[in-house]
């Protein structure tokens, strides 16, 4: 199962210690990316911030490349749909 809330989390903390690393603030990192405050603050506390502050501190962090793939190129299935069909057709995919 795929365990969303754990890996926004570990990807929030992530950020947050690259941050920390670096010896940027939150209030600095907020105003060169665009990002409120209490965003941030929330993001790096339980994960949760919106696609557009997201890709903002995406692009601020240098993962440009990473964008650029997903914006110009088709996601590819790593998974064939007999697959899919056959282990997730019945059961709630996501736990929040």
Same mark, same amino acid.
Do not use: C
């Given at each position: 199962?795929?365990?969303?809330? *754990?890996?926004?989390?570990? &990807?929030?903390? @992530?950020?947050?210690?690259e #941050? &920390?690393?670096?010896? &940027?603030?939150r209030r600095?990192l907020?105003?060169w990316? /665009?990002v ?12 949760? &911030?919106?696609f *557009? /502050? =997201?890709?903002?501190?995406?692009e601020f962090? /240098?993962? *440009?490349?990473?964008i ?8 590819k =299935? +790593? +998974?064939?749909? #007999?697959?899919? +069909?056959?282990n997730?057709? @019945?059961?709630? =995919?996501?736990?929040?």
């Amino acid at each position: 199962m795929v365990q969303i809330l *754990e890996k926004k989390r570990r &990807i929030a903390e @992530n950020i947050k210690q690259e #941050r &920390i690393f670096w010896k &940027i603030s939150r209030r600095e990192l907020a105003l060169w990316t /665009g990002v409120t405050y209490s965003s941030l603050r929330h993001f790096e506390e339980t994960g949760d &911030i919106s696609f *557009e /502050g =997201f890709i903002r501190i995406g692009e601020f962090l /240098g993962w *440009e490349t990473f964008i650029y793939i997903m914006e110009n190129k088709r996601p590819k =299935f +790593r +998974r064939s749909l #007999r697959y899919m +069909r056959a282990n997730y057709s @019945n059961k709630k =995919f996501y736990e929040d």
